[in-house]
């Protein structure tokens, strides 16, 4: 029987201790990196048996939330992780190559979010936002513009200085930087993509002429339990490169 008073009724055995590992992961009961317990010792916790951990485990790797690393266990996932770090930047260069960037920032200041931004992020109107704005250089070429938002009572003591540290020093990304300085580790996103021309303001940031076509892509990053915790515009110039998924 699983040992917990609020377990979801009417679904698979598996989903359910899914579940509640996610709520645990939530809670920060296993930070990111961290070591999670052992199959065997889930099972035994929970009241079920290793192969319904295995299941629930199985799906968790699957969804980016833990990692298998062959002899040593199970871990949370971090963005930190090698080959996981830019997993959420879909575009590669005309040749199929994936490229690392680099990010200059442009701007950073405080807000007040509007109906949208308020909408997409599940917060009142007119609350507090910190508001990033950065410039992406693939193979030294300015490709993507990022207006980037998030509600403020989730970053406390942020900086221009400590975010300008953190991606440059340490070669990471924003949400590594959420996750190690505020834990806020980024599960999913949901994107919504169209097309847009270039003002004066978005050709002088990307080096394109006035007019220039350019993919627009509005991106709201979840944490656990599916909480919208960041809202961005990303504007992309694909003269040299094209946005990419897999469809399954």
């Not at 899914?18 to 999670?36: D, F, M």
């Not at 002429?209 to 110039?237: C, D, H, Q």
Request: aromatic content about 10%; charged content about 25%.
């Amino acid at each position: 029987m699983i040992a917990d008073n609020t377990k979801p009724n009417f679904l698979p055995l598996y989903e359910q201790i899914k579940q509640l590992i996610t709520r645990s992961l939530a809670q920060g009961e296993w930070q990111p990196g961290a070591a999670i317990p052992s199959e065997m010792e889930l099972a035994r916790r929970y009241g079920v048996s290793q192969g319904t951990v295995r299941k629930a485990i199985d799906e968790l790797v699957k969804e980016n939330m833990l990692v298998r690393r062959q002899g040593k266990g199970t871990f949370v996932a971090t963005h930190s992780d090698a080959g996981t770090t830019y997993r959420f930047l879909r575009l590669k260069n005309l040749q199929d190559k994936h490229e690392y960037p680099h990010s200059t920032f442009v701007g950073f200041r405080r807000d007040k979010a509007d109906a949208q931004v308020a909408r997409r992020l599940e917060i009142r109107g007119g609350s507090a936002l910190v508001c990033m704005q950065r410039v992406l250089e693939l193979s030294g070429r300015p490709v993507v513009y990022d207006d980037i938002r998030l509600p403020a009572a989730l970053l406390k003591g942020i900086s221009s200085a400590l975010v300008e540290e953190h991606v440059n020093a340490f070669k990471g990304t924003l949400y590594s930087l959420y996750e190690s300085h505020y834990q806020i580790r980024i599960i999913s996103a949901h994107e919504r993509i169209r097309a847009a021309l270039a003002d004066e303001q978005l050709a002088g940031y990307l080096n394109v002429a006035v007019g220039t076509p350019l993919l627009v892509i509005e991106r709201v990053a979840f944490t656990y339990k599916n909480k919208p915790v960041e809202w961005r515009m990303s504007y992309v110039s694909t003269e040299h490169h094209y946005y990419f998924d897999e469809l399954n």
